[in-house]
């Protein structure tokens, strides 16, 4: 009989570790401690309006047609995938504003109005950017990390040291760009990651480019029809979802992951567990004190976790048309890089930069006719910097309502028929988010690669990770490519072949 795999949190990283064990022949159960799958991206519905919780950009979607083709599925009979155009709009301080586009000459063009010489400059970055996700991408964020020794081989390393990835993300473009707007506009993506361009390795310049060269996606129906498809796909390969399952403990037995409890007190065999509930979180609540490895109290706090997010969902009776699906208004307050501010240890009350996405555009069917959802995300710091949200709330949602109209948003006080904020706490709270930190633990160079804790757990045998807390990182493309890399090391550790401990 096949190994039993017990994988904790119907996340993302969850559903495709499944759906790879399952495609190969591995049993496959996921206990799910609320009533549906997703994760972040679960999404929630007030009334007639429906709204993503979490992701809104897809990139890549070649990682999700593999993840399927893995498992001998086909992506799109699951989800269909709307190609955006333009990617996102970037609103700078100054009122200018950049249409980021796979449309390389119209977004030359736009650039030739800020400055003549800077079609040329992101020409120049955009070829070496060919040349850098040849070198860069399968190495780096498709091989599963074992030791910084077993990572990368020396001819790798010798090519990657000409995109000179110790560089941030920051010195890297303002190596190419004199104009600091387009600085910032091309390393937003820092903030997928929850950091400051200043602060971010310069290796995620790989996904600025993926963006310009494979477009920005929306699944149809949102981003809960991803995880909707990714359970449904799970299911057909015999994967069993547990919902409103939630795990009390991971079970550890001489050393070794034997399976979990739940909270009713059921106790589930098995001769692996995967965890895909968020690292710190599971870490402090679900793993037992003796099989936590190096991942002490003490080892936790010294860890750098990422920003959190203020969030907006909004109702409204009326549609922008006119408007894009993503848009990002990048404050002068951006610019500031001292240690606090690129940390996101402060609230910024006074110009916050923000994001809002208008999904409504493509997707009517979030709200009734004539009526549109819309997405505002703000960063903000995460529970470990103290902010008194109880206090804060009100004020600062009112804040954010009046800044959307440097977004085109106007007047939306009076448009709003539904709302729902999370803080930093309801993160924590309703999504078990450790500190509030959405993008996991930060990409620093200290938690890069095999710096960022292993897949395979070292405080028990047969217990792995899977999420943002692993290499790649946050974010659903680099979860993707880390659900291959568990199963690889699932399959070096419990081949198929091998006759299982467990009785079932
Ligand atoms: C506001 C926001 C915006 C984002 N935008 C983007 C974006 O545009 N593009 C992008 O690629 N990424 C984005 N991300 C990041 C992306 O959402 C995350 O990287 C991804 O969802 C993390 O997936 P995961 O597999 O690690 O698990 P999670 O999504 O954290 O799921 C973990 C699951 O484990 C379950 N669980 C926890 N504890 C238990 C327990 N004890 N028992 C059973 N189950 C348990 C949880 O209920 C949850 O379902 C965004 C995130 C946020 C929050």
């Not at 409103?244 to 992951?257: D, I, M």
């Not at 606090?340 to 555009?361: G, H, M, Q, R």
Request: with cysteine; proline share 6%.
């Amino acid at each position: 009989m096949s190994p039993r795999i017990v994988i904790v949190g119907a996340g993302p990283g969850g559903m495709a570790t499944a759906i790879r064990l399952a495609g190969q022949g591995y049993q496959v159960e996921i206990f799910e401690a609320v009533d549906r799958p997703g994760g972040r991206m679960r999404g929630f519905s007030l009334g007639d309006y429906h709204f993503d919780t979490g992701p809104t950009i897809l990139q890549v979607p070649r990682v999700y047609d593999e993840l399927f083709s893995s498992a001998g599925l086909r992506f799109s009979d699951y989800v269909t995938l709307i190609r955006l155009d333009p990617n996102t709009r970037i609103r700078f301080w100054d009122g200018e504003y950049l249409d980021l586009t796979s449309n390389i000459a119209a977004f030359k063009a736009q650039l030739a109005r800020f400055d003549p010489a800077l079609p040329a400059e992101f020409e120049r970055w955009y070829i070496e950017h060919i040349r850098k996700n040849v070198v860069g991408y399968e190495p780096y964020l498709g091989t599963p990390v074992r030791s910084p020794l077993g990572y990368l081989k020396p001819r790798e390393i010798a090519a990657a040291l000409a995109f000179r990835p110790w560089e941030s993300l920051y010195d890297h473009f303002k190596r190419f760009f004199r104009d600091e707007r387009v600085v910032y506009a091309l390393s937003y993506q820092a903030k997928y990651l929850g950091m400051h361009p200043t602060a971010c390795s310069s290796v995620f310049s790989l996904v600025t480019f993926l963006e310009f060269a494979d477009g920005i996606w929306h699944p149809r129906g949102g981003f809960r029809a991803l995880a909707a498809g990714l359970a449904k796909a799970a299911t057909d390969l015999g994967v069993v979802i547990h919902y409103n399952s939630p795990v009390k403990q991971v079970l550890v037995e001489e050393g070794r992951a034997c399976g979990v409890e739940l909270v009713g007190g059921e106790r589930i065999k098995a001769d692996a567990v995967v965890v895909n509930a968020d690292f710190g979180h599971a870490l402090t609540h679900i793993i037992p004190p003796h099989a936590r490895g190096t991942y002490t109290d003490q080892k936790l706090n010294s860890m750098e976790f990422s920003c959190s997010t203020f969030m907006l969902y909004l109702g409204v009776n009326r549609r922008w048309d006119h408007l894009p699906h993503h848009q990002l208004y990048l404050s002068a307050n951006i610019r500031r890089n001292d240690p606090l501010w690129a940390k996101s240890a402060v609230l910024d009350e006074d110009d916050p930069s923000f994001y809002v996405c208008n999904p409504t555009i493509v997707d009517p069917t979030n709200a009734p006719p004539g009526h549109s959802t819309l997405f505002v995300l703000v960063p903000v710091p995460n529970l470990r910097y103290p902010v008194d949200w109880a206090a804060v709330e009100q004020r600062y949602r009112d804040l954010i309502i009046r800044q959307m109209a440097k977004l085109g948003f106007e007047d939306v006080e009076r448009h709003i028929v539904v709302e729902r904020r999370y803080t930093a706490e309801t993160w924590r709270d309703e999504h078990h988010t450790y500190l509030g930190a959405v993008f996991n633990l930060i990409h620093s160079w200290s938690q890069l690669g095999p710096f960022r804790p292993h897949i395979r757990h070292n405080g028990a045998r047969n217990l792995y990770w899977i999420g943002g807390a692993v290499h790649p990182g946050s974010g659903l493309m680099t979860i993707l490519e880390a659900a291959k890399s568990a199963v690889h090391f699932i399959g070096e550790d419990l081949p198929l072949h091998q006759t299982t401990a467990v009785a079932h």
